[in-house]
């Protein structure tokens, strides 16, 4: 459903869309199921004068019903910008306003902006990357590594500690989102950016969900193979919080060199 919804919203906005972290509860019998998921893209958003912007898309539904909308935040120049133009422009005090989008009847339908209750959850969206944002530090042991060496990745978030406890330590599964070697990308998200599939292109690397866990890169298919060069990623990893419950999230871009001493 995620994929046909985010194919529909980048039709609606006239860019490609990113899909970020993103969680999924499936709710006991007496519970809604929900699903929430940060998407953004590199274009404006239509009818609003922006050149990026990020959103929350939230699913929520039970007894045969569902809700699906978008808090959206678009960006101009580094700033959020509201009904009344960019959050920077205006007097102090002014609040964060979210751009509701709802689905319905098949299509997404523009509601316009809204503030929240006061300050709220979206008050610190400011500027590009707060809607969007990123938990997951990877990093590598060593800046270089030599042909055919283990490539090892520490994975830190805050949320394994709590993982560790619980009966799904280990579930955890690492993909390749972006890939670049010598400054070219070699991989990058579909356009309406799908679920990442157990063992489909770029997955395959089980580690554990602990703090300070480490993913040997080389264990990832890769077209054409780690060959030397200068390699900038970001990673993907989903996890599970245990029966009915899932999380994904990604990193931002780390560094490495593939050399011959």
């Given at each position: 459903m995620l994929e046909s919804?985010?194919?529909?919203?980048?039709?609606?906005?006239?860019?490609?869309?990113?899909?970020?972290?993103?969680?999924?509860?499936?709710?006991?019998?007496?519970?809604?199921?929900?699903?929430?998921?940060?998407?953004?893209?590199?274009?404006?958003?239509?009818?609003?004068?922006?050149?990026?912007?990020?959103?929350?898309?939230?699913?929520?539904?039970?007894?045969?019903?569902?809700?699906?909308?978008?808090?959206?935040?678009?960006?101009?120049?580094?700033?959020?910008?509201?009904?009344?133009?960019?959050?920077?422009?205006?007097?102090?005090?002014?609040?964060?306003?979210?751009?509701?989008?709802?689905y319905g009847q098949g299509?997404?339908?523009?509601?316009?902006?809204?503030?929240?209750?006061?300050?709220?959850?979206?008050?610190?969206?400011?500027?590009?990357?707060?809607?969007?944002?990123?938990?997951?530090l990877c990093r590598t042991t060593k800046s270089a590594f030599r042909p055919g060496e283990g490539i090892l990745v520490r994975l830190d978030h805050p949320d394994f500690a709590e993982l560790a406890e619980m009966e799904s330590r280990g579930a955890g599964m690492v993909s390749i989102h972006k890939l670049w070697r010598d400054r070219q990308e070699i991989v990058r998200p579909p356009a309406a950016a799908p679920l990442p599939r157990a063992m489909s292109s770029g997955t395959g690397l089980f580690v554990e969900t602990t703090p300070g866990a480490l993913a040997d890169l080389r264990e990832l298919a890769l077209a054409g193979g780690w060959g030397q060069g200068w390699y900038a990623v970001e990673l993907r990893v989903d996890y599970s919080r245990g029966a009915g419950s899932s999380d994904s999230d990604i990193s931002g871009p780390f560094e490495f060199e593939i050399a011959l001493p």
């Open positions: 919804l985010v194919g529909k919203l980048s039709e609606f906005s006239g860019a490609p869309i990113e899909v970020g972290p993103y969680w999924l509860d499936f709710g006991g019998p007496a519970v809604s199921a929900a699903l929430g998921a940060r998407v953004r893209a590199q274009r404006p958003f239509p009818g609003v004068a922006s050149d990026s912007w990020e959103a929350a898309l939230c699913i929520t539904g039970g007894d045969g019903r569902a809700h699906v909308d978008v808090m959206a935040f678009p960006f101009l120049e580094g700033s959020v910008v509201t009904g009344r133009g960019r959050l920077a422009d205006l007097p102090d005090g002014a609040e964060v306003e979210e751009l509701w989008v709802s299509t997404w339908q523009l509601r316009g902006f809204r503030s929240p209750d006061g300050a709220g959850e979206w008050d610190h969206v400011r500027g590009p990357g707060a809607a969007f944002f990123r938990r997951l």
